[in-house]
């Protein structure tokens, strides 16, 4: 019986990761963490006989805490943590949004427990020292992104050489087609309403951005190894082809599927095996066609920003994620339009410029300073809004 530990199971990934346990055999739910969703996470640890929870935030954990006999709860960043070491765990899913899940992340590899990966910002901020660490301790990174897994399955057993270069295909959004003029008046209702995914509307709007895509991609040259460019982004509408790899020898070969999360979180919980899931096999036929095309990256200028963030190294991703995040936020409190997001983080990136990083303080570091930085930038594009 494999332990499992569910960080974030108050979300998209955390509910369909308990989904997928339910319908299968040999794993067993040791720990469940939210963020904040106590009443949710609470119900969950009931159902599936948790006796120890972690919250992040405290304010939460203490109505937890008052309102549950059934066991007990862990509050803060040092609950998430101590939640993983003494859990017993043989895998942890961190399924957190946003860089709240670097900690855990570090915690999880540095403990040797196998990490299966939702949280991508892990990897933006924190990428390099991330991967030396689970190199050190010899725990496995089994990546949950539906793409990253594509591309992980992809390369299993090419030799190195082989594989000449990467391609990461993107949804588009609920804005795909549309010019920048015409995006500086969309609303977050619009933008929320995602095409083919179900997801957090963090995730959500990072997808609309093409945000999602640029975090991806430094994702992956962390995940793979793979310089940034030799990793193309291809736009595709149907969510089908969920990533390609192009081979030395001319061949290309893809990775095909309904967009379903659980068969990603299926192949992460129980890698190396495969397990029957509910899911229908493709069906070609009925989809009929299947298009790509290049990413317009003037209408959507995050992707670029962070190929540039990405190049630029140092603290610049950690930057990158901090103001995008501040952006985000801003956009679905209605503080800033939809195109102030791309502005908020390119004079992030500007005013920041980027440090070399020796340790993760230099990261926590940069993260604030970004942060601050952000939310100057969103005051005064409030203010003239």
């Known amino acids: 019986m494999r332990k499992v530990v569910i960080l974030g199971s108050t979300g998209s990934i955390g509910r369909q990761a308990l989904d997928v346990i339910d319908g299968a055999e040999g794993l067993e739910v040791a720990g469940l963490a939210a963020a904040e969703s106590w009443e949710r996470l609470l119900a969950q640890a009931v159902e599936h006989g948790v006796r120890r929870v972690a919250l992040a935030d405290e304010s939460a954990a203490a109505q937890a805490l008052d309102a549950w006999s059934g066991g007990e709860v862990l509050a803060g960043a040092e609950g998430l943590v101590q939640l993983i070491v003494e859990s017993g765990a043989d895998l942890v899913l961190n399924a957190l949004v946003g860089s709240a899940g670097l900690g855990p992340t570090v915690a999880t590899l540095g403990e040797g427990i196998d990490l299966a990966l939702a949280n991508k910002e892990s990897l933006v901020v924190g990428g390099e020292l991330v991967m030396q660490l689970a190199e ?20 299993r057993g090419h030799a190195a050489g082989t594989v000449d ?5 993107a949804s588009g959004g609920p804005f795909r087609g549309m010019t920048r003029e015409a995006l500086a008046g969309v609303d977050v209702e619009s933008a929320l309403a995602h095409p083919t995914w179900d997801m957090g509307g963090k995730i959500t709007i990072d997808s609309a951005t093409l945000m999602n895509k640029g975090l991806e ?38 990775h095909l ?3 379903d999360m659980r068969v990603p979180i299926s192949y992460a919980l129980y890698f190396p095996e495969r397990v029957d899931t509910a899911m229908a096999p493709l069906d070609l036929a009925e989809v009929g066609s299947l298009t790509f095309e290049r990413p317009d990256t003037s209408a959507f200028p995050c992707l670029e920003l962070a190929r540039e963030a990405a190049a630029a190294a140092g603290t610049a991703p950690c930057t990158l994620n901090a103001a995008n ?13 939809f195109m102030d997001i791309p502005r908020v983080i ?9 440090r070399p990083v020796h340790g993760f303080e230099d990261l926590y570091e940069a993260d ?7 939310a100057e930038l969103v005051q005064r594009l409030a203010v003239t809004a």
């Open 136 to 155: 050190g301790t010899g725990a496995r990174v089994i990546p949950v992104d539906s793409e990253h897994s594509a591309l992980f399955q992809l390369l």
């Open 165 to 169: 270069r990467l391609v990461l295909t």
């Open 217 to 254: 991609l430094i994702e992956a040259h962390h995940l793979f190894g793979f310089p940034y460019e030799d990793i193309e982004v291809v736009v595709h509408p149907e969510s089908i082809v969920h990533a390609l790899v192009h081979l030395n020898d001319g061949a290309s070969l893809a």
């Open 257 to 259: 599927g309904y967009p």
């Open 325 to 337: 995040e501040v952006a985000v936020h801003a956009f679905l409190g209605r503080r800033i339009s």
């Open 346 to 354: 390119e004079g992030t990136l500007e005013s920041a410029g980027t």
């Open 368 to 374: 604030a300073d970004a942060r601050q930085l952000a």
